[in-house]
């Protein structure tokens, strides 16, 4: 029959309650023509299954199979999975585990058995070796054989995404709860619990044995049987849904770091005892190295770390006070290749490491405070290039030793931070931001230095910054010596004080350096003020004697006093500072002007003494010094009508004069003369200043 045979076997699941056409009751047998397509598909199903048995146990014995013969083997199974009730598919999935089973316990088990009662270690493993390879070569052929029988029996193991919509919709979803596998997963299960668990005992003391074995004698000829039988136990657990590596961890790996670490655990005691601890570092990095290579050889990748791991608790953290116990001597003597040992044995053990970057940081502190001597009785420069030395030399030792090292590197740093942080006890704040700035000071001005010499010194004395703390410290000191030298214009480079400007700009920011570009706009837009002055006001007669320039600085941005000190201007300057005032507020209007005269800084030649001489000093010590263009000898009297300055800047002023030796003081002290008798070495001199400052300089005030 069949139409009652299609519709039975289709997936439609139709109700018995229907009526279809040739499914009547045959009273007259007794029986339901139902019965009698179950009991006719019954007998189907053992032709075909004895079919399908014949062509299983010849792939598992590996014989050759005709592949007409296999096609239809194909098709039987085909016609079970789709024409068959789900009871027939259901029942020749178990025939075929049972199969499985049958083979299994005659086949392997026993000749397993006796390759253990008679046989070696090597004898066992091979005879595991050949059925395991026989048995898995046909599982992939049946596997592929009952393709179809798969898919009939084993359920998706997630939810479709086709699926999802039956769940808000409250439409029930199939049952996905079935345990049924694939047959070649179904073939491996049976292998683990039928073949290996029963050995498991005779083949884990195998396997170590003959690993040990390698170990002492570095035998490598039993190298490929048991990388086999270790890929074995990885497959029968290597499926989608399966315990991960259950089998092998259970049978090798657990035992395998076990019987490691004891092993490490007693040649670590023996080596304590015969070596210094340089040596046993060495020994150390040794064994790693080997039981590494032996492990990439034999287990599974997800093993290495842990073998790894187990050697370092043995011989490295159980014996972690025997190697620290000479270290800091190994930093202090620059043993370089013990250092970089120690490093390697080290770096996994957290403690470990961290006492030795201590014992490191403690050293690169020890130099550093000889760099900087004690009290920071040092010149600004060998502070600095100290310093840098010691970055320098520590930060290629953390490269070479410690493989650059971010943990290392930075107790360099917190070495060098402490140092240059330290508090003087002869003042309030670090001087060391003070010496930094000086040394800067010095590099930048005019000289003879190379320039590319002195960018490198920079370089390194912005390095030295990035350590203080106080920065705004140094900020206040270095403000100040560039203003000198730009209002003087002393500095080496306009090019080169830019450049350290933004190298202060990227180690603090625009904040912190906004001033000092202020500063330098300031000097450069002066320069074009004057320009356009003299194109207004040519003052050829006065040009003619000698030339100026006048500085226009911001107010609030430099850091000088804006206060002046009353006097007198001298009658030959006169003329240029009304007619600038008359430019500048043509050119601004709004805009106001401070004239800071005490800080100019003037040229004169002293022609009273037999060789000229060019003398450099303020706008007050000229005007005392005008004091004498028609006669000799001047009471101070006279000089504070002349000068028009009070008592106490006239004294001090008068007293750098004298110091000089262009002024003389007489018997009175109240008399000054010109010291006809001076006669500098050098040509041009500089008269000290009664304030800290010598500029010749507007402030602008908006």
Same mark, same amino acid.
């Given at each position: 029959?069949?139409?009652?045979?299609?519709?039975?076997?289709?997936?439609?699941?139709?109700?018995?309650?229907?009526?279809?056409?040739?499914?009547?009751?045959?009273?007259?047998?007794?029986?339901?023509?139902?019965?009698?397509?179950?009991?006719?598909?019954?007998?189907?199903?053992?032709?075909?299954?004895?079919?399908?048995?014949?062509?299983?146990?010849?792939?598992?014995?590996?014989?050759?199979?005709?592949?007409?013969?296999?096609?239809?083997?194909?098709?039987?199974?085909?016609?079970?999975?789709?024409?068959?009730?789900?009871?027939?598919?259901?029942?020749?999935?178990?025939?075929?585990?049972?199969?499985?089973?049958?083979?299994?316990?005659?086949?392997?088990?026993?000749?397993?058995?006796?390759?253990?009662?008679?046989?070696?270690?090597?004898?066992?493993?091979?005879?595991?070796?050949?059925?395991? &390879?026989?048995?898995? $070569? *046909?599982? /992939? @052929?049946? =596997?592929?054989?009952?393709?179809?029988?798969?898919?009939?029996? #084993?359920?998706?193991?997630?939810?479709?995404?086709?699926?999802?919509?039956?769940?808000?919709?409250?439409?029930?979803?199939?049952?996905?709860?079935?345990?049924?596998?694939?047959?070649?997963?179904?073939?491996?299960?049976?292998?683990?619990?039928?073949?290996?668990?029963?050995?498991?005992?005779?083949?884990?003391?195998?396997?170590?044995?003959?690993?040990?074995?390698?170990?002492?004698?570095?035998?490598?000829?039993?190298?490929?049987?048991?990388?086999?039988?270790?890929?074995?136990?990885?497959?029968?657990?290597?499926?989608?849904?399966?315990?991960?590596?259950?089998?092998?961890?259970?049978?090798?790996?657990?035992?395998?770091?076990?019987?490691?670490?004891? &092993?490490?655990?007693? $040649? *670590?005691? /023996? @080596?304590? =005892?015969?070596?210094?601890?340089?040596?046993?570092?060495?020994? #150390?990095?040794?064994?790693?190295?080997?039981?590494?290579?032996?492990?990439?050889?034999?287990?599974?990748?997800?093993?290495?770390?842990?073998?790894?791991?187990?050697?370092?608790?043995?011989?490295?953290?159980?014996?972690?006070?025997?190697?620290?116990?000479?270290?800091?001597?190994?930093?202090?003597?620059?043993?370089?290749?013990?250092?970089?040992?120690?490093?390697?044995?080290?770096?996994?053990?957290?403690?470990?490491?961290?006492?030795?970057?201590?014992?490191?940081?403690?050293?690169?502190?020890?130099?550093?405070?000889?760099?900087?001597?004690?009290?920071?009785?040092?010149?600004?420069?060998?502070?600095?290039?100290?310093?840098?030395?010691?970055?320098?030399?520590?930060?290629?030792?953390?490269?070479?030793?410690?493989?650059?090292?971010?943990?290392?590197?930075?107790?360099?740093?917190?070495?060098?931070?402490?140092?240059?942080?330290?508090?003087?006890?002869?003042?309030?704040?670090?001087?060391?931001?003070?010496?930094?700035?000086?040394?800067?000071?010095?590099?930048?001005?005019?000289?003879?230095?190379?320039?590319?010499?002195?960018?490198?010194?920079?370089?390194?004395?912005?390095?030295?910054?990035?350590?203080?703390?106080?920065?705004?410290?140094?900020?206040?000191?270095?403000?100040?010596?560039?203003?000198?030298?730009?209002?003087?214009?002393?500095?080496?480079?306009?090019?080169?004080?830019?450049?350290?400007?933004?190298?202060?700009?990227?180690?603090?920011?625009?904040?912190?350096?906004?001033?000092?570009?202020?500063?330098?706009?300031?000097?450069?837009?002066?320069?074009?003020?004057?320009?356009?002055?003299?194109?207004?006001?040519?003052?050829?007669?006065?040009?003619?004697?000698?030339?100026?320039?006048?500085?226009?600085?911001?107010?609030?941005?430099?850091?000088?006093?804006?206060?002046?000190?009353?006097?007198?201007?001298?009658?030959?300057?006169?003329?240029?500072?009304?007619?600038?005032?008359?430019?500048?507020?043509?050119?601004?209007?709004?805009?106001?002007?401070?004239?800071?005269?005490?800080?100019?800084?003037?040229?004169?030649?002293?022609?009273?003494?037999?060789?000229?001489?060019?003398?450099?000093?303020?706008?007050?010590?000229?005007?005392?010094?005008?004091?004498?263009?028609?006669?000799?000898?001047?009471?101070?009297?006279?000089?504070?009508?002349?000068?028009?300055?009070?008592?106490?800047?006239?004294?001090?002023?008068?007293?750098?004069?004298?110091?000089?030796?262009?002024?003389?003081?007489?018997?009175?002290?109240?008399?000054?003369?010109?010291?006809?008798?001076?006669?500098?070495?050098?040509?041009?001199?500089?008269?000290?200043?009664?304030?800290?400052?010598?500029?010749?300089?507007?402030?602008?005030?908006?």
């Amino acid at each position: 029959m069949p139409l009652c045979f299609d519709l039975w076997r289709s997936r439609s699941r139709i109700s018995s309650s229907m009526n279809v056409p040739g499914m009547g009751m045959d009273k007259s047998l007794g029986m339901s023509e139902d019965k009698m397509d179950l009991y006719s598909m019954d007998e189907r199903f053992e032709e075909r299954w004895q079919r399908i048995q014949v062509i299983l146990m010849d792939i598992l014995a590996q014989k050759e199979i005709h592949r007409r013969v296999w096609n239809e083997r194909f098709s039987d199974v085909y016609d079970i999975t789709v024409n068959f009730p789900q009871a027939f598919v259901d029942r020749l999935y178990e025939n075929i585990r049972a199969l499985f089973g049958g083979h299994i316990q005659r086949h392997v088990v026993c000749s397993l058995q006796k390759s253990l009662t008679y046989g070696a270690n090597v004898q066992l493993l091979d005879a595991y070796l050949q059925h395991w &390879n026989s048995f898995y $070569e *046909a599982l /992939k @052929f049946i =596997n592929k054989l009952v393709m179809h029988l798969n898919s009939a029996v #084993v359920r998706p193991a997630k939810i479709n995404d086709s699926e999802f919509p039956m769940i808000h919709l409250g439409i029930s979803l199939p049952d996905y709860s079935n345990e049924k596998i694939e047959v070649l997963e179904l073939g491996c299960q049976m292998w683990a619990s039928d073949v290996v668990m029963p050995l498991r005992e005779d083949m884990t003391r195998m396997l170590l044995d003959l690993i040990q074995r390698d170990r002492e004698h570095h035998d490598l000829a039993y190298t490929d049987p048991i990388r086999a039988v270790v890929a074995s136990l990885v497959a029968v657990d290597e499926f989608k849904g399966r315990s991960m590596l259950k089998t092998y961890k259970e049978i090798f790996e657990t035992p395998y770091i076990q019987a490691t670490g004891e &092993n490490y655990r007693l $040649e *670590a005691s /023996k @080596f304590v =005892n015969e070596t210094t601890c340089s040596g046993y570092v060495e020994k #150390v990095l040794n064994r790693l190295n080997e039981e590494d290579f032996r492990a990439r050889r034999l287990c599974h990748t997800s093993t290495l770390d842990k073998v790894k791991a187990e050697i370092q608790a043995r011989m490295v953290n159980d014996r972690l006070a025997f190697i620290l116990q000479d270290s800091r001597m190994v930093i202090e003597e620059r043993r370089q290749q013990d250092l970089c040992n120690l490093y390697a044995v080290l770096r996994p053990s957290s403690e470990g490491i961290n006492t030795l970057r201590l014992h490191f940081t403690s050293f690169v502190e020890e130099k550093a405070r000889e760099a900087v001597g004690s009290n920071y009785a040092i010149e600004p420069q060998d502070l600095v290039e100290n310093l840098v030395k010691i970055l320098a030399r520590f930060d290629e030792m953390v490269t070479q030793v410690f493989s650059s090292d971010p943990m290392f590197r930075k107790a360099v740093e917190d070495a060098i931070r402490i140092v240059i942080n330290q508090q003087s006890g002869a003042t309030s704040f670090f001087v060391s931001a003070e010496l930094i700035a000086r040394y800067c000071d010095t590099l930048l001005r005019k000289s003879s230095k190379n320039l590319t010499e002195v960018e490198e010194k920079l370089d390194g004395a912005i390095k030295v910054f990035r350590f203080l703390d106080d920065k705004d410290v140094f900020q206040r000191f270095y403000s100040r010596m560039m203003a000198k030298r730009l209002i003087n214009k002393q500095f080496i480079s306009a090019d080169v004080e830019t450049q350290v400007v933004n190298k202060l700009r990227d180690a603090c920011g625009c904040d912190y350096t906004g001033k000092l570009m202020r500063m330098q706009r300031d000097i450069n837009s002066s320069q074009g003020m004057m320009d356009k002055f003299f194109e207004k006001f040519p003052l050829k007669q006065f040009r003619a004697k000698c030339d100026v320039f006048i500085n226009i600085l911001t107010s609030g941005v430099w850091p000088i006093p804006t206060f002046d000190i009353p006097m007198k201007l001298p009658v030959i300057l006169q003329p240029v500072i009304d007619n600038f005032n008359t430019f500048y507020h043509s050119e601004y209007s709004g805009r106001r002007l401070t004239w800071i005269f005490q800080l100019g800084s003037v040229d004169v030649r002293l022609s009273f003494v037999k060789r000229p001489v060019m003398a450099t000093m303020n706008a007050q010590q000229l005007a005392i010094c005008l004091a004498f263009s028609d006669t000799d000898t001047v009471s101070l009297s006279e000089m504070k009508e002349v000068t028009g300055m009070a008592d106490e800047y006239l004294e001090t002023n008068v007293d750098c004069l004298v110091s000089a030796g262009i002024l003389r003081r007489q018997e009175s002290a109240s008399i000054l003369s010109l010291n006809m008798e001076y006669a500098p070495k050098k040509p041009r001199i500089k008269i000290l200043a009664p304030v800290s400052s010598q500029y010749f300089l507007v402030v602008i005030i908006f």
